[in-house]
């Protein structure tokens, strides 16, 4: 025990023999519940080991190796840990393929190496279950939790219609075999046990002690070091480390489809669940609920979370070359074949949102129907509140397995698992930038617990960040906004916008916020003025034509008959007709 720790403990223990009796109990239950919070954040931290992780490469592929290896040096997985497979440089494997050149050299190599034991298993099935073959192997003992595909590992196993099942009972669109390499491994500890057509259940859906996730109870957690190339894959643990470091700082940013019933109405109701779990995080939370994906223009800012549906490829704002992502952000776009081709920077979601610089995501390899996707709430609860690796939160969010998912990641990765207080005091105290957003996001818990507007503004106000750096300063803006204090929200949507550390997408917002401003304030030319400046600065697809024909309208209303006539002609060029 350390110096400092023991002095602690005594300082404790004279205070607590000088209470009276009755306090005194009071003081040692409180003591006891404190020691075992910070007994069980070490065994958590102990649970992110890299003695967990087998890393699991293509041995043809140099790439695959030097990702897996560069992986192993960050996380200190052992060497024996290490497994080169023979496997083709392709996105496909088929089933038999699947079995002879990873399922069983995987599971010969962790009886191998003392990493895991399976045993024969006769007992009954449950009522309406049939085995896949009449030997069952259960895996009884596992130092293993984690399976982490490196790039150039296969990741989808297509339908073989050579395979055949007793379909009974199966509705006819599920029953299918194709699915994800890594939804099949995820059953590697019950071999045997679930038929391949069709899904399985997933045992350990919905938990939330990150303990219960472990081979012992059916599965193995796998995520798949991936993306378009592979310093992409390889820099997936760096920004991880970095978000550990330094904390996961920005916004969320959720997109809805205003859908409230019938077959889709599922999938808007997960994606609000995402929205009020970002909030709940204390995470500035911008929703949109247009029928429509975010535009091209949409001002997507310093972005930590993001969850939207429903578009088979990237569009809108993660169209552009470049996003805003922040180091450890997680991005997830439900779609039914949004991983379909993992090494594309420009077809469906999860290549491209790596390539543009996502840390970790989610996505389906072929179609998985809505209700058996991963649900995004359950993901960020698990993850954000509870302090969930991504490889546990992913895990509790899948409601089947032997289906289609893939998680993009490092398993290990937790970003929430120190207080936010805590991380505040520490980036204010070295003076770092990313205070703003610690202090934005415990100014918005503060109001979610029931502290007034008012405030919390004031404090807001009263830090030296409030004029140094644009996310304050637009954080007290959108506090008075709320308010209806209109002439102060814009004095300090002007602040934020005269501090070089405002991103481009930030200034867009802004400068929508402050067109709105001066039109509820009567100040036409103003807001003139700032649409001027929306538009110079707008990125290549912008509609144009929209920010010219609202001008338009502040033209007019200043009687400014040069600008009506300039403008005027601008939005019919736009339009085509001249």
Known sequence: ????????????????????????????????????????????????????????????????????????????VPESQLLGLRLPQTATLSRADYVSAIQEPLRRHLVAKGLAEWVPDSSPLPPGRKALAQKRLRLVRSEIRYLLLCYGVPWYIPQDPSLRSDTQGIPPQLQRNDASVDDELALLPRLGFDDPIASAPNPVVGVTNGAQIHPTNGVFMVTRLDGPTPEIARGLVDKALEAESRGLWGHAYIDLRAITNGPYGLGDRMITNAAVAAKRLGFETFVDNQPATLGVGYPLSQVALYVGWYDSGVTGPFYRASVEFQPGAFAYHLHSFSAA???????????????????????????????????????????????????????????????????VGDPLYRPFGRPLAEDGKRLDDANDPWTAYALVRNANLQLMAGRSVEAMRDQLEGQRWATHHAVVAEKIARLYWSGIRVRRALEWYDTALGLTNATPMQRRRLLQDSVEAHRVL???????????????????????????????????????????????NEVQRLSGKR
């Open 341 to 407: 081709n993992l090494r594309s920077a420009s077809e469906n979601w999860v290549g491209p949102l790596l390539a543009r610089g996502a840390t970790a995501t989610m996505g389906c390899v072929a179609e998985p129907y809505l209700e058996f996707t991963p649900n995004p709430a359950m993901f960020l609860e698990r993850w954000g509140y509870v302090g969930m690796t991504l490889g546990e939160a992913a895990t509790a969010a899948h409601p089947v397995l032997s289906w289609q998912t893939v998680v």
């Open 1 to 76: 025990m350390s110096a400092s720790v023991s002095g602690l403990v005594l300082r404790i223990r004279s205070k607590v023999d000088s209470m009276a009796p009755p306090l005194r109990k009071r003081w040692i239950g409180r003591l006891l519940r404190l020691l075992l919070g910070w007994f069980w954040i070490g065994l958590r931290v102990a649970e992110g080991a890299g003695n967990e992780v087998l890393v699991i490469y293509n041995s043809e592929s140099p790439d695959s190796e030097a990702v897996a290896r560069h992986y192993a040096r960050r996380r200190s």
């Open 522 to 568: 009567g100040q036409p030319a103003e807001a003139y003025r700032c649409l001027e400046q929306l538009i110079v600065t707008a990125p290549p697809d912008v509609d144009l034509q929209e920010l010219r024909i609202r001008q338009l309208q502040f033209a007019r209303e200043m009687r400014d008959v040069e600008k009506v006539t300039a403008v005027s």
